[in-house]
């Protein structure tokens, strides 16, 4: 939302609108009080108690009374996730703990987040290890702890070094091994699953067939001026300006005592932005500018008491309005007026207006002069030629494979689409289908996207280099690994089997706060 400074009239300008505040909305509004919601408070809890974590440590007292023996934090497939002393969870926990000793407000809960996650992602994986009978005989297991060096001596395995070990640590490391041999087989098999024969070819050939682009865009800034003036001078109310100076804060009891604190000369409106204003015109001492009625509705919680904003008078301090995530004191720094309708800038923004808030009465416009340009690059022949002559801009987009499906393993308008209009279409099957099937050097039909209505040129198609395709090669069978791995992780963590039930419970066995 742009400041409208330079259209502040002077003080003898003429073209001032009177607006007549709502007298019971004014009432009802005044008996308002509180600004904090539900949002809000557990925001502030949650803060609150993490810092106090910091203070007291992070270990678990199991339970407020400490008396329990285990925290359960949800199942997985029946399986409880649960952290009890010397499992798998509380192993976890130990080494996040230990690796993560930052000291933020949010350490301990990403600690324990981490830990639940790691169970969780355990548990899944060993369900699947025994559904296939994956189970790990006592020879693979002893040549897996002889192999992982903790009873090594100058780099070979020392019967003496194992011998001195203490019979806990031998069983800490052996249980180990016994939980995670399973989920590592699994997690190989994953990794090494074999793709389609046909996979690579297919991803060759898309990239083969790469196409460059010239494309224009018609929308809201081809709406004619003479119908945008038409629209604001139908619609004054939403055009008008106003000069105004703000402070937000958290709560509508807050800018109420602001506001006393100013009318009773105990501070200045300045002073009193800069020292508790939330908004970034704080440090210029809450001074905003100018701006359109219809910008400053989406600051009021309830929009219609704007107009009480746009009926106070010059130099009055406004009573507290409750606006999202807060509530807004205004000084008026001057009457709401008219602007020139004629300017271009306010043309700019009464078309930018429309094209958001009036779709359909700008869409079958828009939509008529594309297909007016259709024709017109039919009957020029030259693209470049006719979009001079309907004055719009030409934008160029190196030669692109189709990618509706964002591949990583592709390159997409992300990339190449300068102005990003093709890019936001990408998803799109039907216009990739359009844009990548009609021949080379054609132009196409109108493409509707948001509002907006976009005619292509293709103008050429280049096959995949030798370069590029020799490090597809190189990387693919990486690259499908890893995302062979992604797979499992989004298919873990959004299945029906889990039962998530971290919050609540971090918040009542971890944090100590009980659920009444």
Do not use: C
Not at 173 to 182: G, M, S, V
Not at 253 to 267: D, F, N
């Amino acid at each position: 939302m742009p400041s409208k400074d330079s259209k502040t009239p002077g003080k003898d300008d003429a073209k001032v609108v009177k607006f007549k505040a709502n007298e019971e909305s004014r009432k009802n509004v005044a008996k308002k009080t509180g600004g904090i919601t539900l949002t809000k408070i557990v925001t502030y809890v949650i803060l609150g108690l993490l810092a106090i974590v910091l203070v007291v440590g992070v270990f678990p007292s199991f339970g407020t009374g400490g008396q329990s023996s285990s925290i359960r934090f949800g199942s997985y497939d029946g399986n409880p996730i649960e952290f009890s002393f010397g499992n798998y969870f509380y192993r976890q926990y130990q080494n996040q703990a230990q690796q993560n000793r930052s000291g933020g407000e949010s350490a301990s809960y990403q600690i324990w987040r981490s830990a639940f996650e790691s169970t969780v992602f355990h548990t899944a994986l060993t369900n699947m290890a025994e559904a296939v009978g994956i189970r790990v005989a006592e020879p693979t297991l002893n040549r897996a702890i002889i192999d992982s060096g903790a009873y090594h001596r100058d780099g070979k395995f020392d019967v003496s070094v194992y011998e001195q070990a203490s019979l806990e640590s031998r069983n800490q490391l052996k249980t180990q091994y016994q939980e995670n041999l399973p989920v590592q087989m699994v997690m190989e098999d994953i990794s090494t699953v074999l793709t389609a024969p046909g996979e690579f070819s297919y991803i060759v050939e898309l990239g083969d067939s790469a196409r460059s682009f010239s494309y224009v865009v018609f929308d809201h800034e081809a709406y004619p001026d003479a119908l945008a003036q038409e629209y604001a001078q139908n619609h004054p109310s939403l055009f008008t300006l106003i000069d105004i100076s703000v402070i937000t804060v958290g709560d509508r009891v807050q800018a109420e005592e602001l506001r006393s604190a100013i009318v009773a000369g105990e501070t200045t409106f300045e002073d009193a932005a800069r020292m508790n204003s939330l908004d970034s015109f704080s440090a210029e001492g809450g001074r905003a500018g100018t701006w359109y009625l219809y910008e400053l509705q989406g600051n009021f919680s309830n929009p219609e008491e704007v107009n009480a904003l746009f009926s106070a008078q010059e130099g009055e301090i406004t009573q507290a309005f409750d606006a999202p995530g807060g509530a807004v004191l205004y000084r008026v720094e001057g009457s709401p007026f008219l602007p020139d309708f004629a300017d271009t800038e306010v043309l700019a923004d009464v078309k930018t207006y429309i094209g958001t808030h009036e779709t359909e009465l700008i869409a079958s416009y828009v939509e008529q002069e594309a297909q007016e340009f259709t024709n017109l690059v039919a009957t020029e022949g030259d693209f470049d030629r006719a979009a001079q002559r309907a004055g719009v801009s030409v934008i160029s987009v190196d030669a692109t494979p189709i990618n509706v499906g964002g591949s990583s393993y592709l390159t997409g308008f992300s990339y190449t689409d300068p102005r990003g209009h093709l890019n936001n279409l990408s998803s799109d099957t039907d216009a990739m289908r359009t844009l990548y099937t009609i021949p080379v050097g054609s132009v196409s039909d109108p493409i509707e996207a948001d509002g907006r209505f976009i005619v292509a040129q293709v103008t050429g198609e280049t096959g995949m280099d030798a370069e590029m395709r020799e490090y597809l090669e190189l990387v693919y069978p990486y690259m499908s690994q890893s995302q062979s791995q992604q797979d499992m992780i989004q298919a873990v963590f959004t299945s029906d089997k889990l039962q998530d039930n971290f919050l609540m419970t971090y918040m009542e066995e971890i944090m100590g706060i009980g659920s009444n």
